[in-house]
């Protein structure tokens, strides 16, 4: 695609938060926008909200004008970038939430920017940024349902939200929004005093009273609530994401294998455990937390204070999803089209490494599943695989193993928006099995293996293991990842051991061989680690889960 191409794609965004100032340009192109291709981010660490407090008094000033200049000269510099990159003018916006819409002087701020940059503000009412940041969560992952808050300098948000088939419905409103952003809970805590005050509880009787107020508003729908099981509750906003990041560094998975926060999951009672993060935070013995700055740290007592009520307010919690979804994501994802936003963002993001027959190459996986079936592994995921089946083919052959180990977390795809650490973990296994598995990981890569495995429930990491050896087969046979002749079949059904116990019977013939013992030794090594899988032992069967494997040959 020729450089003006591109660039009639890419567009720039500044979101004008309360905590800090983000730049971003994003590559839009129709074949991967689901993903959101980020070209450049930048942050610059403005908090406008404290800019409009002195530390003596809670009383609002006006934004000062030396704040006004740093964020004129910060918009300069990434007004110079975005011609760097080719962005076009009107492709460029500036998005202004909660700090500046409750500003004393919000006319003055905004006719500066204007002034000196030629771009115009534009200021979201309460409600749209609720509903900009419910797209936002909405781009985080494949489909999304169940309560969203948005956590952010000023305020925050509260709606429910369901995604299916590119659709997304919310509250009909967009969200409430509550005063009760990080900085300002930190600030009315301070003038609240010392826990258990007269003034503290009556405050927290306000919080707690507004967010029950918030839930009943906004009128859940039926089809949210579980039976025996609560709600899935999806947090956005930087002080959620420190928080999620707390509760990452002390997983009973430790160190945790995937350093991204988008898509990370836990229980709702260990997201309320808010003794146990305040723990993590303030022990003197307790190392830097990764992404947790001094400043996110020093918010930690008010998002605790905040999670303390909203485990009084909210219904009951099931699993609490962290999302990177924020105002970018959520500006563009609006705008797309459903059929861009139903799009699986681990299809999208292995689209760009898929060779000519992948189609082909997933319907042999399919055909190694004895039906029925209880592989858990989605179609979405057998697309994926098989597109970026060959992505790490030409690597050397000492870090084939280990490169496809690691693509989904510091990789090829560790930037794709909307994937769940479930399923990079699940194509990080399915990748690696397919180059050799743990017996082709060098020792620094043998122990990540490990942990990734730990992150897949019941017995879905046994049939990444088996699908991937499977595919491994596929990948001798057909090398450049096309199907110009049928020279592999796949045949499989269900059999039993001789104790009565369910084994996996799975045939190959090789149409194109006038022999079987044609074969070279690579295919027979393939084959033999098909085999292989199903033997029981520690390291091939999670926690139990397997089959035994019968593995037959033909022409």
Not at 274 to 289: K, L
Not at 381 to 403: I, R, S, T
């Amino acid at each position: 695609m020729a450089e003006l191409e591109r660039c009639e794609y890419y567009h720039g965004l500044v979101d004008m938060g309360s905590n800090g100032i983000r730049f971003s340009i994003t590559d839009l192109r129709p074949e991967t926008a689901r993903i959101l291709p980020t070209l450049y981010l930048s942050r610059a660490a403005i908090s406008l909200y404290d800019a409009q407090f002195t530390p003596s008094s809670n009383d609002p000033l006006p934004i000062p004008q030396e704040t006004i200049d740093r964020v004129t000269k910060a918009l300069l510099r990434f007004k110079s970038t975005c011609h760097d990159f080719g962005v076009p003018e009107h492709q460029i916006r500036i998005v202004a939430t909660e700090a500046t819409r409750k500003a004393i002087n919000p006319q003055e701020f905004q006719d500066v920017i204007q002034e000196k940059t030629g771009w115009k503000v534009q200021l979201l009412e309460k409600e749209v940024e609720g509903r900009v940041g419910a797209y936002g969560v909405a781009s985080s992952y494949a489909n999304v349902s169940g309560l969203v808050m948005d956590l952010g300098g000023g305020s925050t948000q509260l709606t429910w939200i369901i995604t299916a088939h590119g659709e997304v419905r919310m509250y009909e409103k967009g969200s409430v929004s509550l005063p009760y952003g990080a900085a300002a809970l930190t600030k009315r805590l301070e003038a609240a005093g010392a826990k258990g005050s007269k003034t503290y509880k009556s405050f927290e009787q306000e919080v707690m009273g507004d967010l029950s107020n918030a839930v009943q508003q906004i009128e859940i729908p039926e089809e949210l609530f579980r039976p025996g099981k609560g709600l899935h509750l999806y947090l956005s906003g930087g002080g959620f994401r420190g928080w999620g990041f707390v509760l990452m560094s002390q997983h009973s998975i430790r160190p945790y294998p995937v350093p991204i926060i988008n898509g990370f999951k836990v229980k709702g009672y260990g997201f309320q455990d808010t003794q146990a993060v305040r723990a993590a935070v303030f022990n003197e013995d307790t190392p830097d937390i990764f992404r947790v700055s001094q400043r996110r740290a020093s918010q930690v007592p008010a998002v605790a204070f905040l999670v303390d009520c909203l485990s009084k307010a909210l219904p009951s919690i099931q699993d609490v999803h962290f999302c990177q979804g924020g105002v970018r994501e959520g500006m563009h994802f609006a705008e797309m089209e459903p059929m861009q936003r139903n799009e699986d963002p681990i299809v999208t993001a292995t689209k760009s490494y898929a060779r000519a027959s992948a189609p082909e190459i997933v319907g042999l996986l399919w055909s190694a599943l004895p039906k029925p079936s209880p592989c858990p592994l989605t179609t979405a995921v057998l697309e994926a695989f098989a597109q970026a089946l060959h992505a790490h083919g030409a690597y050397p052959k000492d870090v084939c193993a280990g490169a496809a180990l690691r693509s989904t977390s510091t990789g090829f795809f560790a930037s794709t928006h909307g994937m769940s650490h479930e399923q990079r973990a699940v194509l990080a296994i399915l990748l690696c099995e397919r180059y050799g598995g743990f017996r082709s990981l060098s020792p620094t890569e043998q122990d990540f293996y490990h942990r990734l495995l730990q992150l897949l429930p019941g017995n879905l990491s046994w049939w990444c293991m088996y699908l991937g050896r499977v595919a491994a087969v596929a990948a001798i046979v057909y090398p450049a990842g096309v199907v110009r002749e049928q020279r592999l079949e796949i045949q499989t059904c269900w059999g039993a051991t001789k104790k009565g116990k369910a084994k996996v019977c799975i045939s190959f013939s090789f149409p194109a061989l006038s022999r079987v013992d044609e074969m070279d030794e690579a295919l027979k090594d393939a084959l033999e680690q098909v085999d292989d899988v199903g033997r029981k032992k520690k390291k091939k069967w999670i926690a139990g889960h397997g089959y035994k494997v019968e593995v037959g040959i033909g022409r």
